[in-house]
């Protein structure tokens, strides 16, 4: 069992940088793939990035934030941040981590390739 909670989310202008940090429970959090999702009003749940936990912690990212956010993890306090630069209006959602454990898939952009979510944090993004 894997409990998650995000901190970090709040208002910030266009072009303005925010951090979100995941805190996870559980020992074998290190054996977690961990992920960030995200959904804006009146849209689907969308896969924005994932840290491997092998692999030497190889990340992914969605097209559309590649290059301006960034997933890290740190084993030593169970938790996984999402840097997150160059922020436009349309990265206004709330955001949620979570974590996927023994999936063969690489990319892990489905939510149903993952098992525990946290209850997510509001990004609001104002142009």
């Known amino acids: 069992q894997v409990q998650l909670s995000e901190s970090g989310g709040g208002l910030v202008q266009a072009g303005g940088s925010l951090r979100l940090s995941c805190a996870a429970s559980g020992r074998t959090f290190s054996t977690y793939d961990m992920g960030w999702f995200r959904q804006a009003p009146g849209k689907e749940r969308e896969f924005v990035a994932v840290i491997k936990w092998n692999n030497f912690g190889r990340t992914y990212y969605a097209d559309s934030v590649n290059g301006r956010f960034t997933i890290s993890r740190d084993n030593t306090k169970n938790t996984v941040d999402l840097q997150m630069n160059s922020l436009k209006p349309e990265d206004t959602a709330v955001y949620y981590c979570?974590?996927?454990?023994?999936?063969?898939?690489?990319?892990?952009?489905?939510?149903?390739?993952?098992?525990?979510w946290g209850q997510g944090a509001q990004v609001t993004v104002s142009s």
């Open positions: 979570a974590a996927s454990y023994g999936r063969r898939s690489e990319r892990l952009v489905n939510e149903y390739d993952y098992d525990y």
